[in-house]
């Protein structure tokens, strides 16, 4: 399972070191610290972490309310702000940069956890940009990977995967993970050759080598199949 990459910028040392413990606790991976605004635009830009956990107040001349605007106008990272600051006036300067989430010290493990998860739901529920390209040859599609389009031939994938806020992409010659949601991603694809089978797996029928109501076997691969998209699979059969 591909890590939720989590890029930190916080500059109480103590502070810093308790959410890297339950970063890391809770699964996700810290691809940086930093404590003020330079340092932070430098491994943001060179890192491109999943989300940021942003402290307003920040060492140096520019906070993380100005960080947050630079991040909404280049590369676009769902962020967190993190404040032992709950006044009136840095709430109505932080809400001008619409952040997607807002944490008040001291939190909890399980209040961070919470934050992360649906701030991270609602960024791939939010993304505008087409996942998917379908060109002028049917046999063939185009996924955003990065901000590049990665060309995939239809009949060389093999199934899809959930994973978490990606989605992995299994083909006759490599896996590739974008960041997409699978049940917008499954509604662009062709329907007499992809198949939903599970809540977080989409299989080319064509690649199934057997079933039955548990798992289809594909690619010498065994994908579970969910009871209520069992019939369905049975019957897409039955008039093949």
């Known amino acids: ?17 308790l959410i890297e413990k339950s970063i890391t606790t809770l699964g996700y991976s810290m691809v940086f610290l930093a404590d003020n605004y330079e340092e ?3 491994n943001i830009t060179n890192k491109q972490p999943d989300i940021l956990l942003i402290d307003i107040f920040l060492k140096g001349k520019k906070d993380g309310i100005e960080l947050a605007n630079f991040v909404n106008n280049t590369l676009k990272i769902p962020f967190i702000f993190l404040t032992n600051d709950s006044s009136k006036d840095t709430l109505e300067r932080a809400k001008k940069v619409s952040p997607p989430g807002y944490l008040v010290k001291p939190f909890t493990s399980e209040e961070l956890f919470c ?54 992409i299994y083909t006759k010659t490599r896996k590739v993970s974008i960041r997409a949601s699978l049940n917008t991603f ?19 029928i064509n690649h199934i080598q057997s079933f039955n109501h548990d798992h289809a076997l594909v690619n010498g691969t065994k994908v579970p199949i969910l009871h209520k998209y069992a019939k369905g699979i049975f019957e897409r059969f039955s008039i093949l």
Do not use: W
């Not at 399972?1 to 070191?17: Q, R």
């Not at 609602?122 to 063939?140: A, G, I, M, Y």
């Not at 062709?190 to 080319?204: E, G, L, M, Q």
């Open 1 to 17: 399972m591909k890590k939720i990459k989590i890029g930190v910028i916080e500059d109480e040392s103590m502070t810093a070191l």
């Open 40 to 42: 932070a635009v430098e």
């Open 115 to 168: 934050s992360i998860e649906i701030c991270l739901h609602n960024s791939v529920k939010l993304q505008e940009s087409p996942q998917v390209v379908q060109p002028f040859s049917k046999d063939v599609i185009f996924v955003k990977d990065g901000t590049s389009f990665v060309k995939l031939y239809i009949d060389e994938i093999y199934y899809m995967e959930s994973d978490h806020v990606y989605i992995n």
């Open 186 to 204: 499954y509604e662009s694809l062709d329907k007499n050759i992809f198949y939903r089978i599970h809540r977080s797996y989409v299989v080319n």
